[in-house]
């Protein structure tokens, strides 16, 4: 589902609508705390590979949870929902699915230590998680071999390592296609990003989608991952949104947990500059931020937000939405709306797909990742493109050869609600080709 290419001008303007494809696959003290296992607590045999016959089949989803920045706790409690839901309906190809969780604690030690318990309980797969450390536990599952199925995109490494199989064009296909939607509607564009390692892969992807707008670079604005309040980023950033004064200046806040705490900021500094507008990506903002910080009278009236994936309403996400209401009903941190708890959901129905097409046959690591790697291809209900990899494919020469769609939404809060800028999915693929990213 590549499509034609699209610049920066036909981004606003130009309309798609998403297609379904058709179905061609068969488809610290405690550093390590929420480590659960859905069918014997945390005590699964070391080395289960769900064989033949009833052995479960074990996989592990992690995410940061009670941290002082970037927190996911509803991937890992989506994921215990699913295995809940899939083993009520006779688990995944006739064997039951045993779900280890884990909470890397937004740091490189405890995620490296998730890896090895993955590892260590002979887990297949780690299926839908977050974390910003690949280089600390990319390493762990590659020397087991052991697939890396739907992380969020948040680090290069994700779109590098052949073990990963990413279900969504994570922060790069996001800042790109903002980039495109910017270069046409903003003056001076400064961005706000986290002072870390997955921080400072931000701001050329944003510049790639301006630049191909013919637009100047961002002004490319570092901030403390964990402050609790944003006073003096918020003052220099609009006094660099406003250097133009015949253009109307941006600015784009991309820090994720702590983007809320940014705007509270911004709002107070913004009353001098009333004509500073802001955007900012799934995962920095969704519906519940835009309502908690005043709706239509807040300061992400008139923001473009960029997506992965369809609006909620969407009826792709149904049988996510039966799921949670089944078997999640009473957990308020898994909600539909959410792009971690979404992308969790596709990354299980791939990897329910590549069980299926394994038949009666051992269910390993190794063949897991051969069928991923002989081409299976996995459809989503419309929800992504029809999802195949291969370790070449199509961003390989600008160092993502594992990034295989392509696709952003782009939404706008109007009167305090978070609706579609246009119809349809947007190919970030030329933006990203132009790029002068490796």
Known sequence: MT???????TFLRGRRGRSRPTRTGVLTAGVLTACASLVAGCGVVPGVTGGTGDDPITVMTW?????????KPGMPAFARAY?????AHGGLGGRRLNVLTCNDHDDSVAAAKCARRAVKEGAVAVVGSYSQHADSFLPVLE????????????????FTS???YPVNGGQPALLAGLGSALAESCGPVTLIRPDTIAGDQLAPLLDSGLSGGGHAATHDQRAEEDATEYDDESDLA????????????????????????????????REEYPRVRTATVLGSVDQS???ASGGASGPYEGAYVTSWYPGVDDPGWNRLKRVIREEAFGDNSVDAADAGVQTTWIAYTVFKEVVESLGDGEVSADRITRALDDGLEVDTGGLTPTLRWRFQDKLASVGFPRLVNTEVTLQVVRQGRLVSALEGAVDTTRTLRDADLV
Do not use: Q
């Open 162 to 164: 052949p073990l990963s």
């Open 83 to 87: 295995a809940r839901w899939a083993n």
């Open 143 to 158: 020397g087991a071999g052991i697939p890396y199925i739907g992380g969020y995109g948040i680090t290069n490494a994700e």
């Open 238 to 269: 609009l006094r660099r949104a406003t250097a133009d004064p015949a253009r109307r200046g941006c600015v784009v806040p991309v820090l994720g947990d702590r983007t809320g705490t940014f705007m509270d900021s911004f709002r107070r500094a």
């Open 289 to 291: 931020t835009v309502d």
């Open 3 to 9: 499509g034609s290419r699209r610049n920066r001008s």
């Open 63 to 71: 995410a940061p949870s009670d941290t002082g920045a970037t927190n």
